[in-house]
T-cell receptor, first 112, second 111 residues
């Protein structure tokens, strides 16, 4: 089964700085790489995803980069804002597998 | 558009009492369905998932069970709750090879 790790587990940045969260996985067959954001007391929601035929994807201040050889992908948030404060989860998987395992999460705090 | 419902939103139950949490999805057919539990300040633990009516895969043993009596209905149950069952229970659905969509969750406190 898939083993998923995230680093760091907690991250604190000043408003306006960048934040990077890394997700490493074990299953080389993984071909779908999403990132979810969970605000306090709310449900997780997808913020960006990437598939294995693409190395990088960007959506405004958020980007995801993928290194399939090294089996990791990263979430990049630029110009961080206080509303970016949340827990971020990755959930890499092979899309024909129905089982979905989430990483342990990274708690991001953006200090105004 | 698709919508996922969970109820109740909050629940306080004594140790040893039964549990039934319900999740329903609208606007799609034959979704994959998932139950996750999240302890305070922790990650998402996969409990059960289902790819069709009556098909349940269990990731967690012990005192929880799940059923899928209808295509878009997923139920989480327990005959006797433990203190360690407290947490935030999230139901999710996904179409094949896509992201998951989570319900609003049920916050369960076992006293």
């Amino acid at each position: 089964g898939e083993n998923v790790e995230q680093h760091p587990s907690t991250l604190s940045v000043q408003e306006g700085d960048s934040a990077v969260i890394k997700c490493t996985y074990s299953d080389s067959a993984s071909n779908y790489f999403p990132w979810y954001k969970q605000e306090l007391g709310k449900r997780p929601q997808l913020i960006i995803d990437i598939r294995s035929n693409v190395g990088e994807k960007k959506d405004q201040r958020i980007a995801v980069t993928l290194n399939k050889t090294a089996k990791h992908f990263s979430l990049h948030i630029t110009e961080t804002q206080p509303e970016d404060s949340a827990v971020y989860f990755c959930a890499p998987r092979e899309t024909s597998y129905d089982k979905v395992i989430f990483g342990p999460g990274t708690s991001l705090s953006v200090i105004p | 558009s698709q919508t996922i419902h969970q109820w109740p939103a909050t629940l306080v139950q004594p140790v040893g009492s039964p549990l039934s949490l319900e999740c329903t999805v609208e606007g799609t057919s034959n979704p994959n369905l998932y139950w996750y539990r999240q302890a305070a300040g922790r990650g998402l633990q996969l409990l059960f998932y289902s790819v069709g009516i009556g098909q349940i895969s269990s990731e967690v043993p012990q005192n929880l069970s799940a059923s899928r009596p209808q295509d878009r209905q997923f139920i989480l149950s327990s005959k006797k709750l433990l203190l360690s069952d407290s947490g935030f229970y999230l139901c999710a659905w996904s179409p094949p090879d896509h992201e998951q969509y989570f319900g609003p969750g049920t916050r369960l406190t076992v006293t």
